[in-house]
Every structure is written in structure tokens, then in C-alpha cells.
């Protein structure tokens, strides 16, 4: 069955970086699209990265524009989000989702989630 | 502050219907499919309404959805003990070109 399994994440610095994985098995990887999205700690979802199913297509929330980027591995079925000048709002939960198609549409339809990895951006 | 209003909170006896709404404009709802996830607590959300009105196979048709011009509902009825969790709702924005999510509604069965 499909399984998402995030990982990487920590506690890091205000400015620092960090990379979050998310290794992907049950399916074929290169089928679908994939989406990033985060939970700060008592707090609602919030959609963070979209990539197509090769990569070629990248979307992001104007919070992480510019800081974040997301990539993925099809060799590896493993996606990524590349974090830099994280910020103490950046801290939450961040969970990966298989997206229904292979490529970002004007849809949120996650069928599939992993069960996330904290981030904790602190001094 | 979301670009999708929900209301905080929403609670209901078992066996009650409860509405959770989701109100948004012309740039999300208005255009875009409107979809509602269930979030039971300390886990991952689970995708429980997609396209406005449509339920993946394995949810209850105790759950339904609907969508008018800018604002769409949730509606829960013969609510059970194990239907409380967080709802969002959720919609492709195409000012910003990307996803939105509701604030969230925490659902308390009495």
C-alpha cells in the first residue's frame, strides 16, 4: 500500500537551513504529483509547495517564496523541500501528500499523507 | 488570517446534523472545486469530500457537501462520537496560484 515517510526534520537556528525528505513506496513515484504542506503547533493546515510529477512544474505559497524550494528525486521516489533563512514562524509539522494527478491543477485533491516531521525554528 | 472563513467551532449531540460553512470569493470558491478534510486528533488529515460533493470510497455518506456561488457547507449527519476532530476546508486560488485552506472547525460531540 501507499506509503509516505517524512524525515529531517529538528530544531535549527533563525537563518539556518534544513532539507526535509519524504521517501515514497506502494506506488509509481513518477505518476503523480506532490504537495508539501505545514501545521504549526495548534494551528490549521497550510499549504506550503506543489511540484509535477518530473519536476518541471514548482508552486509555492508566497510565505516560503523565494526561501523554500521543492524537488524531487524519481530515481530515489523521494521527494524534498529545501528550507533557507528559516524563520521562527516556520515552525510546525510538515507532512507530505500524494496529489491525484501528475500534474498541479486547480484541485486540492491529497489522497495520501504522510505523518509528518516537526520543524522547530528557535534560538 | 485565511483566505477561507470557517467557523472556530461547531458541536452537536449524537444522532444531530451540524453544518460547518466555509465562505471564500471569486478567485477561490467561486471558480474552483471546493474540498473538506477530517483531521482526528494527532494524526494526518484524511481527504473526506472532493469536488463540492463527492465522497472517496470508504466515508460515510453521513457526510455531505455542497457549494453555492462563493461559500460551501459541511454536513455531518447522525453524528457519532468518533466525528470529532478538525475540519478544513480547502480550494485552488488562481490569484495566488496555489492552495488554500480554511481556518479550521474543531467539532465537539456532546
Known amino acids: 500500500q501507499v506509503h509516505l515517510v517524512e524525515s529531517g526534520g529538528g530544531v535549527v537556528q533563525p537563518g539556518r537551513s534544513l532539507r526535509l525528505s519524504c521517501a515514497a513506496s506502494?506506488?509509481?513515484?513518477?505518476?503523480?504529483?506532490m504537495h508539501w504542506v505545514r501545521q504549526a503547533p495548534g494551528k490549521g493546515l497550510d499549504w506550503v509547495a506543489g511540484?509535477?510529477?518530473?519536476?518541471?512544474?514548482?508552486y509555492y505559497a508566497d510565505s516560503v517564496k523565494g526561501r523554500f524550494t521543492i524537488s524531487r528525486d524519481n530515481s530515489k521516489n523521494t521527494l524534498y523541500l529545501q528550507m533557507n533563512s528559516l524563520r521562527v514562524e516556520d515552525t510546525a509539522v510538515y507532512y507530505c501528500?500524494?496529489?491525484?494527478?501528475?500534474?498541479?491543477?486547480?484541485?486540492?485533491?491529497?489522497?495520501?499523507w504522510g505523518q509528518g516531521t516537526l520543524v522547530t525554528v528557535s534560538s | 488570517q485565511s483566505v477561507l472563513t470557517q467557523p472556530p467551532s461547531a458541536s452537536g449531540t449524537p444522532g444531530q446534523r451540524v453544518t460547518i460553512s466555509c465562505s471564500g470569493s471569486?478567485?477561490?470558491?467561486?471558480?474552483?472545486?471546493v474540498y473538506w478534510y477530517q483531521q482526528l486528533p494527532g494524526t494526518a488529515p484524511k481527504l473526506l469530500i472532493y469536488?463540492?460533493?463527492q465522497r472517496p470510497s470508504g466515508v460515510p455518506d453521513r457526510f455531505s457537501g455542497s457549494k453555492s456561488g462563493t461559500s460551501a457547507s459541511l454536513a455531518i449527519s447522525g453524528l457519532r462520537s468518533e466525528d470529532e476532530a478538525d475540519y478544513y476546508c480547502?480550494?485552488?486560488?488562481?490569484?495566488?496560484?496555489?492552495?488554500?485552506f480554511g481556518g479550521g472547525t474543531k467539532l465537539t460531540v456532546l
Open positions: 469536488r463540492n460533493n
Open positions: 480547502a480550494v485552488w486560488d488562481d490569484s495566488l496560484s496555489g492552495v488554500v
Open positions: 501528500a500524494r496529489y491525484w494527478s501528475p500534474a498541479v491543477t486547480a484541485e486540492v485533491y491529497f489522497d495520501y
Open positions: 471569486s478567485s477561490n470558491i467561486g471558480s474552483n472545486y
Open positions: 511540484t509535477s510529477y518530473d519536476g518541471s512544474y514548482e
Open positions: 506502494g506506488f509509481t513515484f513518477t505518476s503523480y504529483a
